[in-house]
Nanobody, 124 residues
Framework: QVQLVESGGDLVQTGGSLRLSCAASGRTSSASGMGWFRQAPGKEREFVARITWIGVGTSYADSVKGRFTISRDNAKNTLSLQMNTLKPEDTAVYYC?????????????????WGQGTQVTVSS
């Protein structure tokens, strides 16, 4: 089992920055690929970014590429998402997720473990 707890969500103005964190615990947390997803009201949960268990391989949704950076610190069992140049369309609940293997896909159903989510609101 892997337990995930997100933090860092807030209200920010357009163009601002936020850093989300996810604290992971459990026997396999450091060996799991991880990712960030988001869900806006009335919309499906969508992929944002993912990172391999060793932290070398990353990929991003086109909508956030060049603005968001995913990283992890396995020594501290933490996952982060640095979000810059935020836009109103980035407003959503952001979820941290982990899969059972070292490399995850971009599909939400392939992730076995989820945090409770943290709200990010970008005002125009």
């Amino acid at each position: 089992q892997v337990q995930l707890v997100e933090s860092g969500g807030d209200l920010v103005q357009t163009g601002g920055s936020l850093r989300l964190s996810c604290a992971a615990s459990g026997r396999t947390s450091s060996a799991s690929g991880m990712g960030w997803f988001r869900q806006a009201p009335g919309k499906e949960r969508e992929f944002v970014a993912r990172i391999t268990w060793i932290g070398v391989g990353t990929s991003y949704a086109d909508s956030v590429k060049g603005r968001f950076t995913i990283s992890r610190d396995n020594a501290k069992n933490t996952l982060s998402l640095q979000m810059n140049t935020l836009k109103p369309e980035d407003t959503a609940v952001y979820y941290c997720a982990a899969c059972r293997t070292g490399v995850c896909t971009t599909t939400a159903r392939d992730y076995a473990y989820w945090g409770q989510g943290t709200q990010v609101t970008v005002s125009s």
